[in-house]
């Protein structure tokens, strides 16, 4: 059975879970279930000799040609059953997955049984109450943490119930949900400042992406006790600050950067946060930095709700966003694109030649080339004689790192010591020819084929990203156009090939494979995942590129990120932080589930709620350094 019939014959299933990516349903419900369907899943159990496994509920995939059977032993008995065993069979290739949970303290659990069985199975109200009790409780309103057992118990106990004999029941005298603050509240927004010792997030990463060279002006609206401020006087740069508070008498000014850092957050009233950011942005001229604090129902739950967010203990108000509700909230205040750069910190720029520069900037590989010093002489091009080249060596140098950076013979406003190369070679091309001579294309012709693929690669994001042509591009890119691809419809299109391409997961798995095989670093995980060290992104070949860059538009820069896992075909990536990647057995800090097809983000920290990992087998990962 081709993937097109079996597609068709799963959307026919009439009864089972039904998810956007599957269909569950228990194994008295199979008489249901399409015949060819039915005969097709037989010829895979005993082609694949899984006649003799233990299973009770099929799981049918909606995206891929594949089924997994699942073994939930006390499926009847138990509330909320725990996963034993799985069996994931690829029915293109006939391969099985198996993993057990037998001896997992924290194994997968079912929860709305009556939706896998028939409606007139004999269990099928019983199953009901049993999902009417955990609704009541409120216990469903974040389905994404309770699809395992230590998660579900922990959902229980903050919402101030119990699991007593398979049922959820009210805890005595121990009730943690809060009553909502009706009416207006004296909200002391001055109480929410709060004292640094360093710089703020927002403004170490308007930093790192080189803001702060003494180039641009600086507002900081809404800057607290101006700790940021003091820190980046101290440098001598040129900035203005104002606060309603702790700076009410300054004046609010124009100035190419703007950041408007955890301001949005601590304003109650939705009319007033509106016109706060859009003023914050009517006063920058090129880029406009947004910070707000990110949090889930754990955070949310403790305090009491105000409004659209909640009021703390201090008496202040917080509005806690997901990194994809905080994304939408700016861009549909704004009409602009917000550019994610860590959780909770967003970039709008105003210069959209600025915004296609640092977009581009981004997808560059920073490679190592060999100095020309250390490269062997062919016989010097007659115009640029060998003395000239060895008397300026380090301008030499210095010019032809510029090439290979580029990919190409810079203009004369992209290197730096452009006059003094005219006057000793001539012209900037005859002094790329005379190297090309002495040297040897080897590397140039490398360096071409590296800043092609940086270029699809940022052209296929800008497409995912649905950004829109601009009428005026920077012209160092439409340089690299004109090199590169002539003309930009044509680097569009082929840009949209390579978008198209990431969508296949068997495109991922052979990428990913290749990847393998080529580095001969990492994990690869069957046809699941493969994880590989941070530091190796940009080695990867443009489809898999392209894919991690989906899933961190959505959560921003991965500075301090160690491990990639990439999952070949469920849309997501992983990302994982450990304590200090130079020891032996790092600890795993922080796990980021990035989930594509849902634009969805879950943070995972080890440091706190969750037991840190060891990780045990670091050497896989030792030739990323």
Not at 28 to 37: K, N, R, T
Not at 51 to 80: A, Q
Request: hydrophobic letters at 35%; proline letters at 4%.
């Amino acid at each position: 059975m081709e993937f097109r019939e079996f597609k068709e014959f799963v959307k026919k299933i009439p009864v089972g879970k039904q998810l956007p990516d599957a269909v569950y349903i228990h194994e008295s419900a199979l008489d249901v279930i399409p015949e060819e369907l039915v005969t097709h899943l037989a010829q895979a159990i005993s082609e694949l000799k899984l006649g003799d496994k233990d299973w009770n509920v099929l799981k049918f995939f909606k995206r891929d040609h594949k089924i997994t059977l699942l073994d939930y032993p006390d499926f009847l008995e138990d509330s909320y059953p725990a996963l034993h065993t799985s069996y994931t069979v690829n029915l293109e290739d006939r391969t099985v997955r198996e993993s057990s949970y037998k001896k997992s303290e924290n194994p997968p659990i079912l929860h709305r049984k009556e939706t896998f069985i028939k409606p007139n199975h004999p269990s099928f109200e019983v199953f009901k109450s049993l999902t009417k009790e955990g609704e009541d409780a409120g216990l469903y309103e974040n389905t994404k943490t309770i699809g395992f057992k230590q998660s579900w118990a922990k959902v229980i106990k903050r919402k101030g119930y119990v699991l007593e004999d398979g049922h959820i029941k009210l805890k005595i005298d121990e009730t943690v949900e809060q009553t909502p603050v009706t009416g207006e509240v004296n909200v002391e927004r001055h109480r929410t400042a709060i004292d640094r010792d360093r710089l703020s997030v927002p403004m170490q990463l308007l930093a790192r992406h080189h803001y702060f060279d003494g180039s641009f002006s600086i507002f900081d609206y809404g800057c607290g006790k101006g700790d940021d401020v003091r820190e980046l006087e101290a440098h001598g740069l040129d900035i203005h600050s104002w606060d309603p508070v702790h700076r009410a008498d300054n004046d609010k000014k124009k100035a190419d950067i703007v950041n408007i850092g955890y301001v949005i957050n601590v304003i109650e009233k939705r009319s007033e946060r509106d016109s706060t950011l859009k003023d914050a942005y009517q006063h920058a001229n090129k880029v406009l930095a947004v910070s707000a604090m990110i949090a889930g129902e754990s955070v949310t739950s403790q305090f009491k709700p105000y409004k659209d967010g909640i009021i703390t203990s201090r008496n202040t108000f917080q509005k806690y966003f997901n990194q994809a509700e905080l994304r939408s909230y700016i861009e549909s205040t704004l009409e602009e694109n917000a550019i994610a750069v860590n959780p909770g910190v967003f970039f709008v720029f105003k210069d959209k030649d600025e915004e296609q520069l640092f977009l581009s900037e981004r997808q560059k590989n920073k490679r190592t080339w060999q100095h020309l010093t250390q490269r062997e002489r062919r016989e010097t091009a007659p115009q640029v004689t060998k003395d000239k080249i060895e008397k300026h060596a380090e301008l030499f140098n210095d010019f032809w790192k510029t090439c290979l950076e580029l990919g190409r013979i810079p203009a004369n406003p992209e290197f730096e010591f452009s006059e003094r190369i005219r006057s000793v070679a001539g012209s900037h091309k005859k002094a790329f020819e005379a190297l090309i001579d002495s040297y040897g294309n080897e590397d140039f012709e490398q360096s071409q084929k590296e800043r092609t693929r940086d270029l699809l690669v940022y052209f296929a994001l800008g497409l995912f990203d649905r950004r829109k042509a601009y009428a005026h591009m920077p012209e160092s890119l439409k340089r690299d156009l004109k090199v590169f691809f002539n003309t930009y419809p044509e680097a569009l299109e082929t840009a949209k090939e390579l978008l198209f391409s990431v969508g296949s997961p068997e495109n991922i798995r052979l990428a990913c494979e290749n990847t393998y095989k080529r580095l001969n670093t990492g994990y690869l995980d069957g046809t699941h995942s493969y994880t590989l060290h941070s530091s190796l992104i940009n080695q990867l070949p443009p489809t898999l590129r392209v894919y991690i860059g989906c899933a961190v538009q959505l959560y921003g820069d991965i500075e301090g990120i160690d491990l990639v896992k990439i999952h070949m075909t469920s849309g997501k990536v992983t990302l994982l932080r450990y304590d200090d990647w130079s020891k032996d057995t790092p600890m795993l800090l922080e796990r980021i589930k990035i989930k594509m097809r849902d634009q969805d983000i879950d943070f995972f920290d080890y440091s706190g709620e969750y037991e840190p990992q060891p990780l045990v087998n670091k050497m896989l990962y030792s030739s990323s350094g």
